[in-house]
């Protein structure tokens, strides 16, 4: 029997030079906002080094979620601009913002420089680039989904949402490059600061290129005929008929395809080095393997909702990463740090505090501080990746820790100088650290013990997951508003989803890792929005493949 389906056409000159054009400044764009991420565990030590280590990694995810948490604001910024003086120059000033802002933090003097300073313009420089990137996207998908031929924009758009993950391979390769030519500890004092600084010469790169690129043939004629809209924002979000689009886009799409993407990518690589001990550098070259035999799949996927539908892929894409999260990731346990996993299996730990004490270590401003007995207590274990349960007790304010037959108090610091909490609380970690070890903890990932094609195995299924949720998205995302307001429209949900539920995604993650002890319950948290995701999809969305984009037009 025939196929239904026309055999494709090659891509016109022009339309490779559109999505290469696109594509490129979007990677260099995606590799200076997640560089952060990668270095995540230095910046703690060179921006929040007044804090103790597990508070001082917590504040650098926070610093880490601030430009996520902007995000969504950049989208309405730029969204409006590019739905009213068009796609091309919309973006090139978001890319102007992002390369300007990460070449500032490579020039940023650390805290024991210039104090408290430090992290406040670290943050200030996160939120720019939050802004940036929330404007970046949009433009660069609805860019190239309004180059695409009809039946093809899945196809098309999919080579847009490789550069997500090009751009973070693209950080982890030039930090393990820079890491390894300089060797850890030059590259820990100053030599961290050259991935950064290396951003103005991809935002030279960047500018050229799209300084080259031409309007959308879909904004001009939508101009031409005098339809633009004069309040994209109000249009968007201020008629129901709109708003309804929006926020099913928001909770039937791109909410559990964020939780996907970071848990596959980001979540996957801090488990990695902070649950489970394993070499920040040996961390990130089986993540590099693992995203490049993957990033072909946003193509395959791409094109495959082309022929069945944006909605079949992306949620069920959805509906695996729900339903496998929780025996994949134990399973990466066992094969990147099996003494750990056996050391849980055998050793009880249990923190014993009045639960009235103890607070969920959830902090997405950053102006919190978690110092009660209980907290630091359970701040120290989930450093050092304990599997805990918790016993209500009063202790009179304290925190005891019960770690196989040694007890460990964590007296308050109620009366005590700062100084005087300082020593308690080093010299609580020296014997939880000593006790631990006594039941078989290891401090660090046996390399020799590791099962790296494992590893790697797990990690590509979880990118394949990014893939199946993530390929499609753009051209879903496209088809469902008009031109006048597309923008605007498709950035912000793009943005709540992926800059509230994905980047809150590690943050969040680890608060509940504190809160009951469970390494692996902080993935409860992509899983119910991955599967809340799947409900809400498949009952109130329509697919869009075949439509005609510019109907309204």
Same mark, same amino acid.
């Given at each position: 029997m025939a196929s239904t389906h026309p055999a494709p056409v090659p891509m016109t000159r022009e339309e490779v030079r559109v999505i290469f054009a696109s594509s490129l400044g979007t990677v260099f764009e995606w590799y200076d906002f997640y560089l952060y991420g990668a270095l995540a565990t230095i910046l703690a030590r060179q921006y929040f080094s007044a804090l103790d280590s597990g508070s001082a990694f917590l504040f650098a995810l926070l610093a880490f979620a601030a430009g996520f948490v902007v995000r969504p604001f950049g989208a309405l910024l730029f969204g409006r601009l590019g739905d009213l003086i068009g796609r091309k120059y919309t973006f090139l000033v978001t890319i102007l913002i992002m390369g300007l802002a990460t070449f500032a933090v490579g020039l940023l003097p650390s805290y024991d420089s210039i104090g408290v300073a430090a992290p406040v313009v670290l943050i200030g420089l996160r939120l720019l680039q939050g802004l940036a990137l929330g404007g970046e996207y949009g433009g660069a998908a609805v860019y190239v989904a309004e180059h695409a031929p009809q039946g093809r924009r899945g196809t098309y758009t999919a080579w847009i949402q490789t550069t997500a993950t090009l751009g973070l391979l693209m950080a982890l390769l030039v930090v393990m490059g820079t890491r390894t030519v300089l060797g850890e500890h030059d590259f820990s004092d100053w030599g961290w600061r050259i991935p950064f600084l290396v951003s103005i010469v991809l935002l030279g790169i960047s500018v050229w290129i799209r300084l080259a690129l031409a309007e959308t043939p879909a904004f001009q004629r939508m101009k031409a005929r005098g339809r633009g809209s004069r309040a994209p924002v109000a249009e968007s979000f201020g008629q129901w008929k709109n708003l309804k689009l929006a926020l099913l886009a928001l909770g039937g799409l791109t909410a559990g395809q964020a939780v996907v993407w970071y848990t596959g990518q980001f *979540?996957?690589?801090? &488990?990695?080095?902070?649950?489970?001990? !394993?070499?920040?550098?040996?961390?990130?070259?089986m993540? %590099?393997?693992?995203?490049?035999? @993957?990033?072909?799949?946003?193509? !395959?996927?791409?094109?495959?909702?082309?022929?069945? @539908?944006?909605?079949?892929?992306?949620?069920?894409?959805?509906?695996?990463?729900?339903?496998? *999260?929780?025996?994949? &990731?134990?399973?990466?346990? !066992? %094969?990147?740090?099996?003494a750990l996993a056996a050391a849980q299996e055998r050793s009880q730990v249990v923190v014993v505090a009045d639960p009235a004490d103890c607070s969920f270590q959830f902090n997405p401003t950053g102006a919190a501080r978690f110092t009660s007995p209980c907290d630091r207590a359970k701040q120290v274990l989930?450093?050092?990746?304990?599997? *805990?349960?918790?016993?209500?007790?009063?202790?009179?304010?304290s925190a005891l820790v019960r770690i196989g037959p040694m007890e460990i108090v964590l007296q308050s610091s109620a009366g005590q100088s700062a100084a005087e909490t300082r020593k308690r609380d080093r010299a609580f970690h020296e014997a939880v650290a000593a006790a631990l070890t006594a039941q078989g903890y290891p401090r660090q990932a046996d390399p020799e013990a590791m099962n790296r094609p494992m590893v790697v195995a797990l990690l590509f299924y979880l990118m394949l997951l990014v893939t199946m949720v993530y390929g499609p998205i753009a051209a879903a995302l496209a088809e469902m508003f008009p031109t006048r307001i597309r923008?605007?429209?498709?950035?912000?949900? *793009?943005?709540?989803?992926?800059?509230?539920? @994905? @980047?809150?995604?590690?943050?969040?993650?680890? %608060?509940i890792v504190a809160q009951t002890g469970d390494i692996y319950s902080g993935l409860w948290y992509p899983v119910l929005i991955a599967g809340a995701t799947v409900v809400i999809g498949a009952l109130g969305l329509r697919e869009t493949r075949g439509i005609d984009m510019y109907a309204d037009d």
């Amino acid at each position: 029997m025939a196929s239904t389906h026309p055999a494709p056409v090659p891509m016109t000159r022009e339309e490779v030079r559109v999505i290469f054009a696109s594509s490129l400044g979007t990677v260099f764009e995606w590799y200076d906002f997640y560089l952060y991420g990668a270095l995540a565990t230095i910046l703690a030590r060179q921006y929040f080094s007044a804090l103790d280590s597990g508070s001082a990694f917590l504040f650098a995810l926070l610093a880490f979620a601030a430009g996520f948490v902007v995000r969504p604001f950049g989208a309405l910024l730029f969204g409006r601009l590019g739905d009213l003086i068009g796609r091309k120059y919309t973006f090139l000033v978001t890319i102007l913002i992002m390369g300007l802002a990460t070449f500032a933090v490579g020039l940023l003097p650390s805290y024991d420089s210039i104090g408290v300073a430090a992290p406040v313009v670290l943050i200030g420089l996160r939120l720019l680039q939050g802004l940036a990137l929330g404007g970046e996207y949009g433009g660069a998908a609805v860019y190239v989904a309004e180059h695409a031929p009809q039946g093809r924009r899945g196809t098309y758009t999919a080579w847009i949402q490789t550069t997500a993950t090009l751009g973070l391979l693209m950080a982890l390769l030039v930090v393990m490059g820079t890491r390894t030519v300089l060797g850890e500890h030059d590259f820990s004092d100053w030599g961290w600061r050259i991935p950064f600084l290396v951003s103005i010469v991809l935002l030279g790169i960047s500018v050229w290129i799209r300084l080259a690129l031409a309007e959308t043939p879909a904004f001009q004629r939508m101009k031409a005929r005098g339809r633009g809209s004069r309040a994209p924002v109000a249009e968007s979000f201020g008629q129901w008929k709109n708003l309804k689009l929006a926020l099913l886009a928001l909770g039937g799409l791109t909410a559990g395809q964020a939780v996907v993407w970071y848990t596959g990518q980001f *979540y996957a690589l801090f &488990f990695l080095t902070q649950q489970l001990q !394993v070499d920040a550098t040996a961390a990130q070259l089986m993540l %590099a393997v693992a995203l490049l035999l @993957g990033t072909p799949f946003f193509i !395959v996927f791409g094109a495959l909702s082309d022929r069945v @539908g944006r909605k079949p892929v992306i949620l069920l894409g959805c509906a695996l990463a729900a339903a496998t *999260y929780f025996p994949v &990731f134990q399973a990466l346990s !066992v %094969a990147a740090n099996p003494a750990l996993a056996a050391a849980q299996e055998r050793s009880q730990v249990v923190v014993v505090a009045d639960p009235a004490d103890c607070s969920f270590q959830f902090n997405p401003t950053g102006a919190a501080r978690f110092t009660s007995p209980c907290d630091r207590a359970k701040q120290v274990l989930a450093t050092h990746s304990v599997h *805990y349960a918790n016993e209500a007790q009063s202790v009179d304010g304290s925190a005891l820790v019960r770690i196989g037959p040694m007890e460990i108090v964590l007296q308050s610091s109620a009366g005590q100088s700062a100084a005087e909490t300082r020593k308690r609380d080093r010299a609580f970690h020296e014997a939880v650290a000593a006790a631990l070890t006594a039941q078989g903890y290891p401090r660090q990932a046996d390399p020799e013990a590791m099962n790296r094609p494992m590893v790697v195995a797990l990690l590509f299924y979880l990118m394949l997951l990014v893939t199946m949720v993530y390929g499609p998205i753009a051209a879903a995302l496209a088809e469902m508003f008009p031109t006048r307001i597309r923008y605007t429209s498709m950035s912000l949900p *793009y943005h709540i989803g992926n800059g509230w539920f @994905g @980047g809150l995604l590690p943050p969040m993650a680890f %608060a509940i890792v504190a809160q009951t002890g469970d390494i692996y319950s902080g993935l409860w948290y992509p899983v119910l929005i991955a599967g809340a995701t799947v409900v809400i999809g498949a009952l109130g969305l329509r697919e869009t493949r075949g439509i005609d984009m510019y109907a309204d037009d």
